[in-house]
């Protein structure tokens, strides 16, 4: 799977727009670009995934570029409970039975009141 | 649909004991994957099941590590003569096959071993 590339850490404050960079230069044509997120204690959950086209869901936006070669996770209105690590994956679509997923270390979202 | 759940969620064991984790995933998922994840790190691929056949193993997986899905629904994760790196925080997760096969995870299991 190729590499994703992420900030360490951003920091945001409550009910502010939040946007987190991804840069994956090495992306391949059949690649979904993933993002999952893990609040503290808890696994990590699904928020959003795209292939070219920008997508939105109850939970975030996805803008991609037009070279696919990074993208950006838009949270609207950050909250406090939207502190949580994020991880940019990318996905194969052709990888038949190489189903796992390869974590990073992803950005830390601290959200300030 | 209750989710993917673990148990136990916290086990502390002495090195050299052997300890059994157990994961039920999402009713009609027929994927199950565990991870492990240490502090400050991204989860860690250990395994995959399609139904009841392991179809990846991680070289992390060592020969300590065995994982099973007998009946291809709940599975198990047992660690063998545990030691002190094995403690991390072990996750389970589940997809249905097709389409993006989101990953479903569970709280995990934090693994303490003394």
């Known amino acids: 799977d190729a590499k994703t590339t992420q900030p360490n850490s951003m920091e945001s404050n409550e009910e502010e727009p939040v946007h987190l960079p991804c840069n994956h230069s090495t992306i391949s044509g059949t690649d979904y670009i993933h993002w999952y997120r893990q609040l503290p204690s808890q696994g990590p959950e699904y928020v959003i995934h795209?292939?070219?086209?920008?997508v939105n869901n109850r939970m975030a936006s996805l803008a991609i570029a037009e070279d696919r070669k990074s993208s950006t996770l838009i949270l609207h209105r950050a909250t406090l409970r939207d502190a949580a690590v994020y991880y940019c994956?990318?996905?194969?679509?052709?990888?038949?039975?190489?189903?796992?997923?390869?974590w990073g270390l992803g950005t830390s979202l601290a959200v300030n009141p | 649909d209750t989710g993917v759940s673990q148990n136990p969620r916290h086990k502390i064991t002495k090195r050299g004991q052997n300890v059994t984790f157990r994961c039920d995933p999402i009713s009609e998922h027929n994927r199950l994957y565990w991870y492990r994840q240490t502090l400050g790190q991204g989860p860690e691929f250990l395994t995959y099941?399609?139904?009841?056949?392991?179809?990846?193993k991680s070289r992390l997986l060592s020969d300590r590590f065995s994982a099973e899905r007998p009946k291809g629904s709940f599975s198990t994760l047992e660690i063998q003569r545990t030691e002190q790196g094995d403690s991390a925080m072990y996750l389970c997760?589940?997809?249905?096959?097709?389409?993006?096969?989101?990953?479903?995870f569970g709280p995990g299991t934090r693994l303490t071993v003394l």
């Open positions: 994956i990318l996905r194969d679509a052709n990888a038949g039975n190489n189903r796992k997923l390869i």
């Open positions: 099941f399609q139904n009841e056949a392991q179809l990846e």
């Open positions: 795209g292939l070219t086209s920008n």
């Open positions: 997760a589940s997809s249905l096959r097709g389409g993006q096969d989101t990953q479903y």
